[in-house]
Antibody, heavy 120, light 108 residues
Framework: QVQLQESGPGLVKPSETLSLKCSISGDSLRGSYWSWVRQAPGRGLEWIGY???????NFDVSVRSRATITGDTSKSQVSLTLSSVTAADTAVYYC??????????????WGQGILVTVAS | SYELTQPPSVSVSPGQTARITCSGD??????TYWYQQKPGQAPVLVIYKDSGRPSGIPERFSGSSSGTRVTLTISGVQAEDEADYYC???????????FGSGTKVTVL
């Protein structure tokens, strides 16, 4: 059974960098693609980007200049960093696994999500 | 940027059929997925590749597609189906993943 667990600070100051980790169990980091998805309070789902099984990444145009997704195979973790955050980045952040090992396959396993608030 | 359009809300009585649409220019070319999200919970995949149903998803959930529109159908709606539903697909160039705006299903 695949399990994902997000972790990181729940409060980030404006203009600083948001850093989150997703710990993976039950699957190999290099065996799948992994996405980050966020949801602002009361709003819909927003895809942020993915890390491929080859180690490359792709991002939504709205965050491309500020986002980085990396993987640590030794720790079985996927990390998201988002720089120069504003209040608009306040959201629940989810990591999720792509089911079929390619970029636009469905997201079949999700973490429980972590709320990150951007405020001073 | 590419958008997938869903109705904001659908209301249905128990036992009736709910239909949720998702429209987008790239949908004839791209597989579409549907997720169910209940308050305070992570999304759950309920339909993949337009009409496939993952293991554990009740048979009352089905999907179909026609041109630039895909439809999630919930037959014999139950109270537990009250949730937000999102469609997801790639854009026409196969570059970006996009979620629809979401549809709140209310069971009367």
């Amino acid at each position: 059974q695949v399990q994902l667990q997000e972790s990181g600070p729940g409060l980030v100051k404006p203009s600083e960098t948001l850093s989150l980790k997703c710990s993976i169990s039950g699957d190999s980091l290099r065996g799948s693609y992994w996405s980050w998805v966020r949801q602002a309070p009361g709003r819909g789902l927003e895809w942020i980007g993915y890390l491929s099984s080859y180690g490359s990444s792709n991002f939504d145009v709205s965050v491309r200049s500020r986002a980085t997704i990396t993987g640590d195979t030794s720790k079985s973790q996927v990390s998201l960093t988002l720089s120069s955050v504003t209040a608009a980045d306040t959201a629940v952040y989810y990591c999720a696994r792509h089911a079929d090992g390619y970029n636009f396959s469905p997201l079949d396993y999700w973490g429980q999500g972590i709320l990150v608030t951007v405020a001073s | 940027s590419y958008e997938l359009t869903q109705p904001p809300s659908v209301s249905v009585s128990p036992g009736q059929t709910a239909r949720i649409t998702c429209s987008g220019d790239a949908l004839p070319k791209q597989d579409t997925y549907w997720y169910q999200q209940k308050p305070g919970q992570a999304p759950v995949l309920v339909i993949y590749k337009d009409s496939g149903r993952p293991s554990g998803i009740p048979e009352r959930f089905s999907g179909s597609s026609s041109g630039t529109r895909v439809t999630l159908t919930i037959s014999g709606v139950q109270a537990e189906d009250e949730a937000d539903y999102y469609c997801q697909a790639a854009d026409s160039s196969g570059t970006y993943y996009v979620f629809g705006s979401g549809t709140k299903v209310t069971v009367l």
